[in-house]
């Protein structure tokens, strides 16, 4: 069975930064990427961005391209989200996700984590 346990969440200044982790335990036979997405009180849970395997390919949501950054090792069985400039409107919790399936969307979504809240001040 596969855990997924975020951290680096918290209260962060409009314009500052805040890196995420996700380390995964156990094995998965099918783990074709990991990524991140994230929800807002009332709001669907949305994609943010992904990873491949190999990490030579990612995704990311247009609302934070040019300022979120997702990275892997793969010997830490680790995902991170690096996220820069942020807004208020970044204000949600996020998940850490592991596919199973050659798709980022969220029907390939294997396991998740359980979220660390991510609150952007203005």
């Known amino acids: 069975q596969v855990q997924l346990v975020e951290s680096g969440g918290g209260l962060v200044q409009a314009g500052g930064s805040l890196r995420l982790s996700c380390a995964a335990s156990g094995r998965t036979r099918s783990n074709y990427a990991m990524g991140w997405f994230r929800q807002a009180p009332g709001k669907e849970r949305e994609f943010v961005t992904a990873?491949?395997?190999?990490?030579?390919?990612?995704q990311y949501a247009d609302s934070v391209k040019g300022r979120f950054t997702i990275s892997r090792d793969n010997a830490k069985n680790t995902v991170y989200l690096q996220m820069n400039i942020l807004k208020p409107e970044d204000t949600a919790r996020y998940y850490c996700?592991?596919?199973?399936?050659?798709?980022?969307?969220?029907?390939?979504?294997?396991?998740w984590g359980q979220g660390t809240q991510v609150t952007v001040s203005s």
């Open positions: 990873i491949s395997w190999a990490g030579f390919s990612t």
């Open positions: 996700a592991e596919y199973s399936g050659p798709s980022y969307t969220r029907s390939a979504v294997a396991y």
